[in-house]
């Protein structure tokens, strides 16, 4: 799980990668260069504590 995040976190850092979100979950990350997408193994909630 820890490794899932720490890949997204990644992906969102580098250029033209943006997070796309439901409500405060995010999806899949998006490449708007490339056009590549990534999807989280696991639903990613964005702040707030469950």
Known sequence: MKREIKKVEKLVNKKGYIPVLSGNEIVFVY????GKEYTP?????????E
């Open 31 to 34: 490449n708007k260069i490339t």
């Open 41 to 49: 193994k696991y639903s990613l909630m964005i702040g707030g504590e």
